[in-house]
């Protein structure tokens, strides 16, 4: 069996580069590192991240770069069968099954293998005769060990599915807390603070993903708010929540419920005051940081996640 071709958006990592050309599976990388950060051009991260897809597919026309292709976004896959390349496997779905974008991505990915990264994504694609398996998703982020500080502080980052409205909920009640508090809410809107007492709203704005982490490691607990649905989501902040050695709440959602385990992914109830829950997590994980960065390393590592792809590649292929 041939090796595959690795295919990424994004500016390159050393790292991670070496970690999966580590596998004898991974014969070379081919990465478009002028994709949009954000994902999004002419304020769609749908266009954004097709028009980088297809830049990339193009690339894999140059003679040397030969398949099978193995890519890291199913928009690349279907742009790779839009320039006549059959031989590949796609990671992720991240799309609702109604959605017009998982109908344009079944067409064109086909019978391509897939890899999702919840089981709930997982069962739709396979209904609808596609053959798809679920992978627990694992990335070494880099990001700083937790840093403890004498102030709740309490963490929400990222964009995609979360909900305004527990963010807004949270807010309230961090701002009419009787205990000092600090929130901040790094999920890409415009800067700004807002102080009550010794209560503090912090909103930095659009952040790099340095930034993102320094400003995430100095939390005392991580809250994920999703909404509901099947989307695969939020799996980057957890990930580098659990890796930094912080715990992390979320909010129930199908795509997401693979990722609840202790020590260092719990649930809690968007129907209840988020604030009581979020320091009931911060005091029982405050001293066990060491368990949730094991938990990680088995887990949710890059290592653990490469590892479990490429088990996962071989008999798929056969």
């Not at 990335?139 to 909900?163: A, C, Q, T």
Request: some cysteine; aromatic content about 8%; charged content about 20%.
């Amino acid at each position: 069996m041939a090796p595959y071709t690795f295919l990424a958006l994004g500016p390159a990592s050393a790292t991670a580069d070496a970690a999966w050309l580590s596998h004898p599976m991974i014969k070379a990388i081919c990465q478009f590192e002028g994709a949009a950060i954000t994902g999004k051009r002419w304020g769609s991260r749908v266009l954004g991240i097709g028009f980088d897809a297809l830049v990339l597919a193009l690339k894999t026309l140059n003679p040397s770069v030969k398949g099978p292709y193995f890519a890291t976004n199913p928009w690349i896959g279907a742009a790779l069968r839009l320039t006549g390349r059959n031989d590949f496997v796609v990671t992720g779905i991240y799309a609702e099954p109604s959605s017009l974008s998982w109908k344009i991505l079944r067409r064109l990915i086909g019978n391509a293998p897939v890899i999702s990264m919840s089981e709930s994504e997982t069962g739709p694609w396979n209904a609808d005769g596609g053959k798809a398996w679920c992978v627990l998703y694992g990335n070494s982020l880099g990001y700083p060990p937790r840093k403890h500080s004498d102030v709740f502080h309490i963490f929400v980052g990222g964009s995609s599915d979360r909900d305004p409205q527990a963010i807004s909920a949270l807010e309230e009640e961090v701002l009419a807390s009787t205990t000092p508090v600090q929130l901040t809410i790094a999920t890409g809107g415009p800067a700004g603070e807002t102080r009550r007492g010794a209560n503090v709203v912090t909103h930095p704005g659009y952040v790099s993903q340095k930034e993102f982490g320094e400003l995430l490691c100095s939390a005392s607990v991580v809250f994920l708010p999703l909404a509901r649905g099947t989307r695969a989501a939020g799996h980057m902040v957890l990930v580098g929540a659990v890796e930094s050695g912080i715990a992390v709440a979320v909010t129930p959602n199908e795509g997401m419920k693979e990722y609840v385990m202790e020590p260092g992914v719990v649930l809690c109830d968007p129907d209840l005051p988020i604030l009581p829950q979020l320091r009931d997590l911060a005091d029982a994980t405050r001293d066990r940081e060491a368990d949730i960065r094991a938990l990680w390393e088995e887990r949710l590592s890059l290592d653990s996640y490469i590892g479990r792809i490429m088990a996962l590649l071989e008999p798929v292929r056969a």
